[in-house]
Structures are given as structure tokens and as C-alpha cells.
């Protein structure tokens, strides 16, 4: 049997079928001088709609590329290491990969935050025109490097909802107490605001929102949230969100590891991660809107749009945790300096292309 007939007929596809299954069908023997060993971790829930199914795809998608020469194991969290333990798991070697929000990490050094998202931050598309031509990447790769890691993005999560509340939120006043599940920068922002951040996995969330831990939380869109039936415990679903305008998706790897792959193995790994960039922006934005139609007419969610005093009051918060955190060192402030330039460009053109389109498109269709 012919090689590319026999990657074929072994369903590659395993990688999403159960924890630590090796994503392809070849037999050891025939690929003993040649096979790489690749083990990815994850800080989602296995099969978790958008961020753990396109992980599972982006681990699969690098095993059928390589025609199973690259043997892929896909661990969801829980399964190998806690969500949280991840980055630690990859920078020691213990794993190849992982695949994250890299904003989980800002312990570690707040410069990590930008590559995820920060308030009042960049959307998908500015977010892409800085890291591919506007030195993010090499900013991240210098970032990254520091942890003996190798960063590239691996999906994006668009412009996400402001979140889960169990009251209307009709001031700034309305945050002070409030406990709020919300990571990152945008967990500093509520802090400013009087409320007490928690930064918790997707798969704690639920049980702490019901049992009334958890005043508020965000975690990501209609498509996701619907999934963790946050509409059983919180009933006010805010829009949109500060905290999370174009969240990056990052697939972290030992830098070891990756210095160790031929030229082009490390461009394999690269077209693999775009695709999933394109296909996972595509899927979330595919979904949302029906999620949220389900969540309005099925559940009896109240949507609600934060005011604008409100917004302000988001905006002048996160001005003060940007000087804060760019205070950190010199290469968070270097960091800091390219996001703020990406923002004023890209965001400037934007305003005219995309966003300038797009309202008089939708005012003039009525919609």
C-alpha cells in the first residue's frame, strides 16, 4: 500500500477521540528514524466548542500533515496537567506544546497579557496586522524566550461579551464588591473598579457562579457560554466586552523542541497554526449569533449593552493599570509602546474600512 493511501485509511482523526491517543496509524517500526513525538497539553475542556475542538483540530491537522511522521498526543486539561500547570509542563519539557490563553501566565511576567488581549486592546484583524507586521511576534519570541518557549497564535476568539451578571449594572458604583471571574488585565480593570477579580478555569466557573462564589463572570461568547449554562445562575448577559476585544490563541512550545525541527517541519507547524488562526475566528463568528438567539428566546436571557458611563469608567481604569504594568520592566514598556502604535494605526484605519462599512451597511439594510 502506497504510503499517502495508507495515511489515508489510518484515520488520523484520533487525536480528538480520548485523552493521550496518538493521532496517527502508523506502526512504529516503519517510521522509527524519522518520528517526532509530540505532546500537546491544553487549558480547555475536551471537546469544548471552539477552544478545545480547535485544538484537537490543530493537533490533528499537524499529524495529518506530516502524514503521521510527527506523532501527536492531545491532552485536555485535567488529563495529563491542571489547565493552569500548562505553561510549566512545556517550559521545563515535560511537553512539546500547549494550547492556551497566554494571559494566564501574567504572574509569570504581565507583558504576557498583550498576547492574549488587554482592555480597551486590539480587535482580530489589528491584532494580526501587529504581530505579523508590526514586530509582535518578535516582541512575544524575545517575551517568550525568557521561559525557553517558542509562541505562535493559534486561533482568536473575536470580540467577546462583557459577561454574566446577577444584577443590572447600571453604573461604574454598581462593580464595588462585586466578585467577578475575569483573568488578565481586564481583572485589574474590575479591581480599580471596587470589584474583586478570580481567575478560574472554564470548567470551575459553573459550579462557583450557581453557588453564589461568583457574583459575575465572563469567559468567552454565546457559542461557549450556552454550552456552560451560565443562563441557569446569572441572568443579565452583558455587551460588550472591555476586557477581551480579539483574543489571541496561543500554541506555546518548548523552544528546544522547537529549535530541534528541520526548517521545514517549524513551517508545517506554522501553516497549521494559521490555519486554525482563519478557521477558528470563522467558527466562532459562524456561531455566536445563533448561540445568542438561543440563549434570548430559549432561555429567557436579558441582554444588556454597558453605558456609556460605564465604558468610560472601564477606559480610565485601564489607563491606570497600563501605567502600572508597564512600569514592570523595560521590555513590557517596549511591548506596551508597539501595542499602543498597532492601536492608533491599524485602529485608524479601521475606523474608516471595517467599522466605518459596517454601520452604514447595517443602518442602511435596517439592521
Same mark, same amino acid.
Given at each position: 500500500? %502506497?504510503?499517502?493511501?495508507?495515511?489515508?485509511?489510518?484515520?488520523?482523526?484520533?487525536?480528538?477521540?480520548?485523552?493521550?491517543?496518538?493521532?496517527?496509524?502508523?506502526?512504529?517500526?516503519?517510521?522509527?528514524?524519522?518520528?517526532?513525538?509530540?505532546?500537546?497539553?491544553?487549558?480547555?475542556?475536551?471537546?469544548?466548542?471552539?477552544?478545545?475542538?480547535?485544538?484537537?483540530?490543530?493537533?490533528?491537522?499537524?499529524?495529518?500533515?506530516?502524514?503521521?511522521?510527527?506523532?501527536?498526543?492531545?491532552?485536555?486539561?485535567?488529563?495529563?496537567?491542571?489547565?493552569?500547570?500548562?505553561?510549566?509542563?512545556?517550559?521545563?519539557?515535560?511537553?512539546?506544546?500547549?494550547?492556551?490563553?497566554?494571559?494566564?501566565?501574567?504572574?509569570?511576567?504581565?507583558? =504576557?497579557?498583550?498576547?492574549?488581549?488587554?482592555?480597551?486592546?486590539?480587535?482580530?484583524?489589528?491584532?494580526?496586522?501587529?504581530?505579523?507586521?508590526?514586530?509582535?511576534?518578535?516582541?512575544?519570541?524575545?517575551?517568550?524566550?525568557?521561559?525557553?518557549?517558542?509562541?505562535?497564535?493559534?486561533?482568536?476568539?473575536?470580540? &467577546?461579551?462583557?459577561?454574566?451578571?446577577?444584577?443590572?449594572?447600571?453604573?461604574?458604583?454598581? =462593580? %464595588?464588591?462585586?466578585? $467577578?471571574?475575569?483573568?488578565?488585565?481586564?481583572?485589574?480593570?474590575?479591581?480599580?473598579?471596587?470589584?474583586?477579580?478570580?481567575?478560574?478555569?472554564?470548567? &470551575? /466557573?459553573?459550579?462557583?457562579?450557581?453557588?453564589?462564589?461568583?457574583?459575575?463572570?465572563?469567559?468567552?461568547?454565546?457559542?461557549?457560554?450556552? =454550552?456552560?449554562? #451560565?443562563?441557569?445562575?446569572?441572568?443579565?448577559?452583558?455587551?460588550?466586552? $472591555?476586557?477581551?476585544?480579539?483574543?489571541?490563541?496561543? #500554541?506555546?512550545?518548548?523552544?528546544?523542541?522547537?529549535?530541534?525541527?528541520?526548517?521545514?517541519?517549524?513551517?508545517? /507547524?506554522?501553516?497549521?497554526?494559521?490555519?486554525?488562526?482563519?478557521?477558528?475566528?470563522?467558527?466562532?463568528?459562524?456561531?455566536?449569533?445563533?448561540?445568542?438567539?438561543?440563549?434570548?428566546?430559549?432561555?429567557?436571557?436579558?441582554?444588556?449593552?454597558?453605558?456609556?458611563?460605564?465604558?468610560?469608567? =472601564?477606559?480610565?481604569?485601564?489607563?491606570?493599570?497600563?501605567?502600572?504594568?508597564?512600569?514592570?520592566?523595560?521590555?513590557?514598556?517596549?511591548?506596551?509602546?508597539?501595542?499602543?502604535?498597532?492601536?492608533?494605526?491599524?485602529?485608524?484605519?479601521?475606523?474608516?474600512?471595517?467599522?466605518?462599512?459596517?454601520?452604514?451597511?447595517?443602518?442602511?439594510?435596517?439592521?
Amino acid at each position: 500500500m %502506497k504510503r499517502r493511501a495508507f495515511v489515508s485509511s489510518a484515520g488520523l482523526g484520533g487525536v480528538a477521540a480520548g485523552a493521550g491517543v496518538v493521532a496517527s496509524g502508523f506502526p512504529r517500526p516503519a517510521i522509527a528514524q524519522e518520528r517526532i513525538e509530540m505532546n500537546i497539553v491544553s487549558t480547555w475542556p475536551r471537546d469544548f466548542p471552539g477552544l478545545g475542538t480547535g485544538a484537537q483540530r490543530l493537533a490533528r491537522n499537524i499529524a495529518d500533515l506530516s502524514e503521521g511522521r510527527i506523532q501527536v498526543q492531545y491532552f485536555a486539561a485535567g488529563e495529563r496537567v491542571g489547565a493552569f500547570d500548562a505553561f510549566d509542563e512545556v517550559a521545563s519539557g515535560n511537553a512539546q506544546a500547549y494550547h492556551g490563553a497566554d494571559y494566564y501566565w501574567k504572574g509569570k511576567h504581565p507583558a =504576557f497579557s498583550y498576547f492574549t488581549t488587554v482592555p480597551m486592546g486590539l480587535t482580530y484583524t489589528e491584532a494580526a496586522s501587529w504581530l505579523h507586521f508590526m514586530g509582535g511576534q518578535e516582541l512575544w519570541d524575545e517575551l517568550a524566550g525568557e521561559f525557553g518557549l517558542k509562541n505562535l497564535s493559534a486561533g482568536n476568539s473575536g470580540v &467577546q461579551m462583557g459577561g454574566w451578571f446577577n444584577k443590572e449594572m447600571e453604573s461604574p458604583d454598581d =462593580f %464595588k464588591g462585586l466578585k $467577578m471571574r475575569i483573568p488578565g488585565l481586564g481583572g485589574d480593570v474590575i479591581s480599580k473598579l471596587g470589584g474583586s477579580p478570580v481567575s478560574l478555569p472554564g470548567g &470551575q /466557573i459553573y459550579e462557583n457562579l450557581v453557588s453564589g462564589a461568583l457574583d459575575a463572570t465572563e469567559w468567552v461568547g454565546p457559542w461557549n457560554d450556552y =454550552f456552560l449554562k #451560565f443562563y441557569e445562575a446569572a441572568k443579565y448577559y452583558y455587551w460588550p466586552g $472591555m476586557h477581551e476585544p480579539g483574543s489571541i490563541l496561543s #500554541f506555546g512550545m518548548n523552544k528546544a523542541f522547537w529549535d530541534g525541527l528541520s526548517a521545514n517541519d517549524q513551517m508545517l /507547524i506554522r501553516a497549521c497554526c494559521s490555519i486554525e488562526n482563519d478557521f477558528g475566528m470563522a467558527e466562532f463568528n459562524a456561531n455566536n449569533g445563533v448561540y445568542l438567539d438561543k440563549l434570548i428566546n430559549e432561555h429567557g436571557v436579558a441582554l444588556r449593552e454597558f453605558n456609556d458611563d460605564i465604558y468610560e469608567a =472601564f477606559a480610565a481604569a485601564a489607563e491606570e493599570v497600563f501605567e502600572e504594568t508597564r512600569q514592570h520592566g523595560d521590555l513590557t514598556n517596549r511591548v506596551h509602546e508597539s501595542f499602543l502604535a498597532a492601536r492608533k494605526g491599524v485602529g485608524g484605519w479601521m475606523k474608516l474600512a471595517d467599522v466605518g462599512y459596517s454601520v452604514k451597511r447595517n443602518r442602511g439594510l435596517g439592521l
